[in-house]
T-cell receptor, first 111, second 115 residues
């Protein structure tokens, strides 16, 4: 079952611009994670934010979490062509490790 | 970092045959592993939770007799797609939840094409 939705479904920007992707979910969560997937490849874990955290940074990535709105955002600053990929959020509801993925955002960064 | 491998990375088979996909945690133990399926341009859909030494837990709508899961050791889970049909063609991804810190690591995926 799919947990939530991401928007936009597709995003096209120029190199150097910032990219913001949003994720909404439906139930209570323990944590929310963001993953990246290059076309036809496996997932790369980007960042995990716990339910009691509101913001987290990792390099050019900034993730926010608003549990009252059941939403999260991923900001990639100073984007590069190599950031071109699909980005998924995933929620962990019960500490059992079962992840429910959002629909994903396909990001295209043009050089 | 922890590594999860999948074998094969891709497979092409004829309709009606069975295909086994292996998921291995290479340098850690994983009592729990997960199997996902991903159709082109879509997200990952959880198929089942694989538990070492016990039966797998399947998500609603996933046929357990068609997608056989065996988790015989702490480092290996297998997914067998029985009597595969073209609609089973997909990208199958496993993940392994490391026992000590409960971190989860994903395999590189297996692309199945059923002719």
């Amino acid at each position: 079952s799919q947990q939530g939705e991401e928007d936009p479904q597709a995003l096209s920007i120029q190199e150097g611009e910032n990219a913001t992707m949003n994720c909404s979910y439906k139930t209570s969560i323990n944590n929310l994670q963001w993953y990246r997937q290059n076309s036809g490849r496996g997932l790369v874990h980007l960042i995990l934010i716990r339910s009691n955290e509101r913001e987290k940074h990792s390099g050019r990535l900034r993730v926010t979490l608003d549990t009252s709105k059941k939403s999260s955002s991923l900001l990639i600053t100073a984007s590069r062509a190599a950031d071109t990929a699909s980005y998924f959020c995933a929620t962990d509801e019960d500490q059992g490790g079962k992840l429910i993925f959002g629909q994903g955002t396909e990001l295209s960064v043009k050089p | 970092g922890a590594v999860v491998s999948q074998h094969p990375s891709w497979v092409i088979c004829k309709s009606g045959t069975s295909v086994k996909i292996e998921c291995r945690s290479l340098d850690f133990q994983a009592t729990t592993m997960f199997w996902y399926r991903q159709f082109p341009k879509q997200s990952l859909m959880l198929m089942a939770t694989s538990n070492e030494g016990s039966k797998a837990t399947y998500e609603q709508g996933v046929e357990k007799d068609k997608f056989l899961i065996n988790h015989a050791s702490l480092t290996l889970s297998t997914l067998t797609v029985t009597s595969a049909h073209p609609e089973d063609s997909s990208f199958y991804i496993c993940s392994a939840r490391e026992d000590l810190y409960n971190e989860q690591f994903f395999g590189p995926g297996t692309r199945l094409t059923v002719l």
